[in-house]
C-alpha cells in the first residue's frame, strides 16, 4: 500500500461518526480527567464539581462578551481578532453552553420591534401625495418633499426590520474560516430544534438560512471533478461523508474515481479542500436496474461507447447546509459538463434508494393481513368491498399473476398475504425465478410511486 492509500485509510478510520460535532476544548477534556481521577474521594469530588461549573460559566461568560464585541465593534483593526476569539471560544463550549449561547443570540439580539411599531405608525400617519383635495400640490415641488418623507421612513423600516445578529453573520462571513463556523452553529440550530420548538430560535435559523442560501449561489461555488490524483486530505473526506453507499474499501474508492466514473464536487473559496456537497456518476450503456451494477461492474466498459450518465450516489458534507438546495444546481451543472466533453451520452438518469419504503409496504401488507383475519375475509375481492378499513393493495391482474406464479416459494389466501409471505424471510430463494419475478414487478413499481404521489397518513 503506499503512502497516499496508507493516509486516506488512517484518517478515515480517524474520523468522528459525526463530522459536524466538533471536540470539545482541551480544557474540557482535562476537567473530564480529573472527574475520573477524583471517583471514591466524595470530598476533592465536591470540590471539582464546583470547580468544573466555575470553569464553565467563566467559559460561557467570556465567549458571550467576545460574541457581543464582534457584532457592536466598529474598529475594524481589531475586529478580525475578536471574530478568532469568539469562534475558538464557541468550538470550546459544551453543548449546554452553545445552546445557550445560540439563545442568547436569538433572544437579545433579535429586531427592536418597539422602534418598527413606531416607525409603522409614522408611516400610516403620512398622506399620500395628490390626494388631499389640493390639485396644484399634485405633480410640483411640493410632491418631492412629501416622497422624501416617504422614502426616508421606508429606509429606516427597512433597517429596523434587520436584527442585530445579522452583524453577526455578515462579519463571519467576510471573516477568514468564518463561512465554516457559520455551518456550524446553524448545525447546532437544528439540532436544538430537533428537540425543541423555540420560536426565537426557529426564526435565528432562517434568518441564517436565507443568508448562506444567498451566499452560496451556484455563481459563487467552483466545480471540480475529483480523482485519484487529488490529495489524500481531499479523498478522506469523500470516504467519510459519503451517506448513501458507503465506500468499502480503498479498490472501492479508486473504482468510483476511475474509468467509467466520474465524481463531481461543489466547493468554496472559504472551506478549501472540503467540497460543500458531491455527486457521483456511472457512465453505462444503458440506465442499471440496480445499484449492485453500478458498485460492483468491474471492468467497466470504454467511456467511448457509453450512452447514459447515472447519478447515483449525492451526499452533503455540511450538516449546517440542509435545507439549502445545492443538489439541483450540482446535478444541471454536471449534466451540461458530461455533455460538453462526450456528445455521444444522450440518457441521464438517476439511481436512488427509497428510505423507508420497504418498512411502509411490510406494515400495510401486515396490517391490511389482520383486517382480513378478523373479519373472516375470503379470497373474492366482491367479498371486501364492504370494508371501510381494508383495501387490497395489489390490482387484480396483479394478484392474479402472483397466486398463478408464487408454487412452492409461499402460500396465502390472497395476493397481498403471498406477498408479505415473500419479502419477510431472511431467504429469498424466490428471486431466482424469473416467472415470480416478472408478476412481483409491476405491483412494486406502482407501490413504490405511491408514498410520493398520496398521503399516507393511514390509521393502521
Request: hydrophobic share 40%.
Amino acid at each position: 500500500m503506499n503512502k497516499k492509500a496508507l493516509a486516506i485509510l488512517m484518517r478515515a478510520r480517524m474520523r468522528p461518526n459525526d463530522p459536524s460535532k466538533l471536540a470539545l476544548s482541551p480544557l474540557s477534556n482535562e476537567v473530564n480527567q480529573m472527574l475520573s481521577n477524583s471517583q471514591g474521594n466524595q470530598a476533592p469530588h465536591a470540590t471539582e464539581d464546583g470547580n468544573e461549573k466555575l470553569n464553565k460559566q467563566r467559559s460561557f461568560e467570556v465567549v458571550r462578551d467576545s460574541m457581543h464585541s464582534a457584532i457592536s465593534m466598529n474598529k475594524t483593526e481589531v475586529l478580525d481578532a475578536v471574530l478568532n476569539d469568539f469562534s475558538e471560544g464557541y468550538f470550546s463550549l459544551s453543548f449546554e453552553n452553545r445552546r445557550k449561547l445560540l439563545l442568547t443570540l436569538a433572544k437579545e439580539y433579535d429586531l427592536n420591534r418597539t422602534q418598527v411599531r413606531e416607525l409603522i405608525k409614522q408611516y400610516l400617519g403620512l398622506q399620500l401625495p395628490g390626494v388631499s383635495g389640493n390639485e396644484a400640490q399634485s405633480g410640483g415641488v411640493e410632491d418631492e418633499g412629501f416622497l422624501s418623507t416617504f422614502y426616508r421612513i421606508e429606509r429606516n423600516l427597512r433597517h429596523s426590520l434587520k436584527p442585530v445578529y445579522e452583524v453577526l453573520f455578515e462579519r463571519l462571513n467576510t471573516h477568514p474560516g468564518g463561512l465554516k463556523v457559520l455551518t456550524i452553529l446553524r448545525a447546532d440550530i437544528l439540532s436544538i430544534l430537533a428537540e425543541e420548538n423555540i420560536s426565537s430560535l426557529r426564526a435565528l435559523d432562517s434568518y441564517l438560512k436565507e443568508k448562506l442560501s444567498t451566499w452560496l449561489s451556484p455563481a459563487a461555488l467552483e466545480l471540480h471533478q475529483i480523482t485519484w490524483d487529488d490529495p489524500a486530505s481531499l479523498l478522506e473526506k469523500i470516504v467519510a461523508y459519503e451517506a448513501v453507499h458507503p465506500i468499502s474499501n480503498l479498490i472501492d474508492l479508486k473504482r468510483r474515481l476511475g474509468v467509467g466514473r466520474r465524481c463531481f464536487g461543489y466547493f468554496h473559496s472559504a472551506i478549501p479542500g472540503e467540497p460543500l456537497i458531491f455527486i457521483e456518476v456511472a457512465l453505462l450503456k444503458a440506465v442499471a436496474q440496480t445499484i449492485q451494477e453500478v458498485l460492483w461492474d468491474h471492468p467497466p466498459i470504454l467511456e467511448s461507447e457509453a450512452t447514459c450518465a447515472l447519478f447515483y450516489s449525492i451526499s452533503s458534507t455540511q450538516p449546517g447546509l440542509a435545507g439549502i438546495n445545492l443538489g439541483k444546481f450540482l446535478i444541471k451543472r454536471v449534466i451540461t459538463l458530461v455533455k460538453r466533453d462526450m456528445p455521444h451520452i444522450s440518457v441521464f438518469a438517476t439511481l436512488s434508494p427509497i428510505p423507508g419504503f420497504m418498512q411502509w409496504l411490510l406494515s400495510k401488507l401486515a396490517s391490511q393481513s389482520k383486517l382480513g383475519e378478523a373479519e373472516d375475509i375470503s379470497c373474492s375481492s366482491a367479498d371486501r368491498s364492504g370494508l371501510t378499513f381494508y383495501e387490497n393493495l395489489l390490482e387484480p391482474e396483479e394478484e392474479r399473476g402472483l397466486i398463478e406464479s408464487s408454487g412452492d416459494f409461499a402460500a396465502g389466501k390472497n395476493g397481498m398475504e403471498i406477498m408479505l409471505n415473500l419479502l419477510t424471510p431472511t431467504s429469498h430463494d424466490w428471486t431466482n425465478s424469473s416467472k415470480l419475478l416478472s408478476a412481483f414487478k409491476p405491483a412494486l413499481m406502482r407501490l413504490c410511486a405511491r408514498p410520493f404521489t398520496e398521503n399516507e397518513s393511514s390509521t393502521d
